[in-house]
């Protein structure tokens, strides 16, 4: 590319981001790193094809500019773990409901699918959960209690084993997305057949009412953040499809940062999905009442969190500050 056609592809771009260090607009930290990164890929890019130029020149005081701003004096904010749920995390989690959304279509049609193929081949469900836990389950069934395999082992022994392997699939669905997109919508997929499957189980076996109550009890908030590490996987899946303006190289860096950022906020949700189902699924007699008010809860404080409160607080900062925020 020419000096020329490349400075007129990126000057409005320069100018934006000079204009936002040294006149302090107000941008968000993650804008401001976004642009450091492309402004140094700009550089090295100049001083690849445009050694000793103007254009050369420009962008390493720029850069310069840029490290000082955004490295000198850095502190720490005490409350940072706080503020990064309260504030960084659903300002940034907004750019990315689209990806959300698309990772729950992904699971909802494979809960289908699931659903639809047990209903036409009770064979199925062994295939996908197994012989020894149907088998169990069924023997469960018959002795009138669907859902006593949440009872067994102790109420801290079984809340972190349950912790653990929830943050492991979790991690498993953002780190597939390593191989792109596809690899995160295997692990969806995967795990809504399994769903699919496992819930119509206890509806061909007349004890659907029974053993949803408990099961939704830690189900609500454990699915609905298995979807959203999902969503992370394909941030970074995205990433290496479609790097944008960006090289594919700083395209993935920047996409598996975001995407570890979201798995990353799904950790004290998974530990009270895991609480639920250590502590309290086990007492399968409680009234139906106090069942669907702590699934009630649970299903709003997931919508609440990544998708009204993104939005709402979005709209906040958006009508503080001159610009837009994502």
């Not at 850095?74 to 309260?86: G, H, L, Q, S, T």
């Not at 995967?190 to 496992?198: C, D, P, T």
């Not at 959203?228 to 860096?253: D, H, W």
């Amino acid at each position: 590319m020419r000096e020329a056609a490349f400075v007129k592809q990126n000057k409005e771009k320069w100018i934006a981001f000079e204009k936002a260090i040294n006149y302090n607009a107000h941008i968000s930290p993650d804008e401001l790193a976004n642009g450091y990164i492309q402004l140094t890929n700009d550089l090295a890019y100049a001083q690849t094809y445009y050694a000793e130029s103007k254009t050369l020149l420009y962008l390493n005081s720029l850069a310069s500019q840029a490290h000082q701003k955004i490295y000198k004096n850095k502190k720490e904010n005490r409350n940072r773990i706080v503020d990064f749920w309260k504030t960084e995390f659903p300002l940034f989690f907004r750019q990315y409901h689209k990806t959300l959304g698309i990772a729950f279509l992904i699971f909802i049609i494979a809960s289908a699918i699931g659903s639809i193929s047990v209903m036409n081949d009770d064979t199925f469900v062994r295939l996908i959960l197994g012989d020894a836990y149907v088998n169990e389950t069924l023997n469960n069934i018959a002795s009138g209690d669907p859902t006593a395999i949440y009872k067994g082992g102790s109420e801290i022994g079984t809340f972190l084993g349950i912790t653990i392997n929830n943050i492991k699939v979790a991690f498993m669905a953002f780190s597939f997305g390593v191989i792109t997109s596809i690899g995160t919508a295997y692990i969806l997929f995967s795990n809504g057949v399994m769903l699919g499957a496992f819930i119509t189980f206890f509806y061909t076996q007349d004890v659907f009412y029974q053993a949803n109550k408990q099961i939704w009890l830690h189900g609500t908030i454990e699915i609905s953040v298995i979807i959203i590490a999902g969503c992370a996987g394909l941030i970074m899946g995205n990433s290496i499809l479609f790097p944008k303006t960006y090289s594919r190289r700083v395209s993935f860096m920047k996409g598996a940062k975001d995407g570890l950022k979201v798995v990353v906020s799904t950790i004290p949700f998974f530990i009270i999905a895991s609480f639920i189902e250590g502590f309290i699924t086990r007492y399968s007699n409680m009234p139906s009442w106090l069942a669907f008010l702590i699934i009630g809860c649970s299903l709003l404080l997931i919508i609440f969190y990544y998708i009204i409160y993104p939005i709402l607080l979005n709209q906040s900062y958006a009508s503080r500050k001159s610009g837009k925020i994502y």
